[in-house]
């Protein structure tokens, strides 16, 4: 497996506990990522008995692998969610996103976070036209920016478009702080301590390590949902993995970039306890669906010796979130026949903002609190065209995959979720599924879900 930096370069770990015997609460928490945590956070200052469990260590998921930008500017996104959503809704997820910055600039400590400019770039024509285009957006929306051509990057660049005094951080440093916060006022919280079953009639979740938790409400924070439930189909989630190399530099940027053109490229420079790291992300594509992984590494190398000049990769590592068709998060209700069963996934690799907005709009609900969110962010909010043009490509892939499996991969491992055939990922050294995107380790254990059993590798 690959490493990486921020997860090997965070405060010694907390020890949490396994959850043994029968636990009760009013909020049990399915999931450690920041999502988790922060909705802990927020529910248990809001005076709720929260209970967060963890099948693995928390925050060594989506949060500790990725790149640490904490902003709302969140790639070429709000021209799209104008014409889906108007101004108002537009509006809403951007101040949703912005007031998560202006959270996390209050929460981190020294060393944790510092503030930086947030920017999209192009090379092309095409590139520079879609920028002009989210231009307009921002100016609509009324969104602090500016637009140019001037950057720090050391190569020629046709266009930018700045969002204003955004923030990055280290995200397991931040997250650690995060999780002990939460612990002071009150959450639990347990590692090592896998989910078997739920039921949502007697309201009771059954844990791998033989304890059950009895819960007024449930939250999903599990980064893919554990099931397909109703309302929230398993088949409108898309997976997407993308790749992130690290090595080190003498120059700090000031400011941090994506590229809005093909191949898509995420820059940004961490100066941890002194030391200065070029950080460069990209290579997306649909999770399971790369064998030889080790060539998307081997691109981001390339880039960082013929953009940066710089050699002697330190960490690389890669990850994974699932997208909705409309681009905006599931947060909220799962359905109106679940009322205490909630929500939180969706990510599209923003999760650092969107998680901590997304604990907010879980603590209104939960609370019975007013949220501007709450409605843009719903899990059932209508989209119908949207949500079968997703359902069909990924019900498609669905298809494929299970007949292409099996008579092309005979020797490959059977995904325990839903039986699609694994591919083994040369570069992660995994397990991965191409039908909903579990991971599993070379040992045949589950890194990421929806799988919770591990493969017969036998």
């Known amino acids: ?172 440093r931040f997250g650690q702080r995060l999780a002990r916060m939460a612990a002071d006022h009150g959450a639990r919280i347990y590692e090592m301590t896998a989910v078997r079953t739920m039921d949502f009639k007697k309201r009771t979740v059954s844990l791998s390590t033989g304890g059950m938790v009895e819960f007024k409400e449930l939250v999903l924070a599990t980064h893919y949902p554990i099931r397909g439930f109703r309302g929230l189909n398993i088949i409108k989630l898309a997976v997407n993995r993308s790749y992130i190399s690290v090595a080190p530099t003498d120059r700090e940027l000031k400011d941090q970039y994506i590229s809005v053109d093909s191949p898509q490229r995420s820059i940004r420079t961490a100066n941890i306890d002194g030391k200065i790291y070029m950080m460069l992300a990209g290579s997306n594509h649909t999770a399971g669906m790369k064998k030889e992984t080790d060539e998307e590494y081997g691109r981001l190398a390339e880039d960082l010796e013929n953009l940066f000049h710089l050699k002697g990769i330190t960490h690389s590592w890669s990850a994974q979130d699932p997208q909705t068709p409309d681009l905006v998060p599931y947060v909220g209700q799962i359905s109106d026949s679940l009322p205490h069963v909630y929500i939180a996934t969706g990510f599209r690799k923003w999760g650092l903002s969107n998680s901590l907005a997304g604990s907010k709009i879980l603590r209104d609900l939960i609370t019975g609190r007013e949220n501007a969110a709450t409605k843009l962010y719903d899990p059932g909010r209508t989209g119908f065209g949207a949500l079968l043009l997703q359902g069909l490509k990924i019900n498609g892939l669905v298809a494929g995959e299970l007949a292409t499996g099996y008579t092309v991969r005979l020797d490959s491992p059977t995904c325990t979720h839903m039986g699609c055939k694994t591919r083994w990922n040369e570069g992660d050294r995994t397990w991965d599924c191409p039908c909903h995107g579990s991971r599993f380790r070379e040992d045949g254990s589950v890194l990421e879900g929806p799988a919770t059993k591990p493969l017969d590798l036998s």
């Open 1 to 172: 497996m690959t490493q990486s930096l921020w997860l090997d370069t965070g405060y010694p770990r907390d020890k949490f506990p396994q959850a043994h015997g029968r636990i009760r609460c009013d909020v049990c928490i399915v999931g450690g990522g920041l999502s988790g945590i922060a909705a802990a956070e927020q529910l248990a200052a809001a005076g709720k008995d929260v209970v967060l469990v963890e099948r693995d260590r928390i925050l060594a998921g989506t949060t500790g692998n990725s790149t640490g930008k904490l902003t709302a500017q969140h790639g070429y996104v709000y021209s799209d969610l104008l014409k889906q959503f108007g101004k108002d809704g537009a509006r809403t997820y951007y101040e949703a996103n912005e007031e998560a910055v202006r959270r996390g600039r209050d929460i981190a400590g020294e060393g944790e976070a510092r503030p930086s400019d947030s920017y999209i770039f192009s090379q092309t024509r095409h590139g520079t036209e879609k920028l002009r285009r989210e231009w307009d957006a921002y100016r609509e929306i009324g969104i602090q920016g500016s637009f140019g051509k001037e950057t720090e990057l050391p190569f020629p660049v046709q266009a930018s478009l700045s969002m204003v005094d955004e923030l990055q951080i280290h995200p397991f």
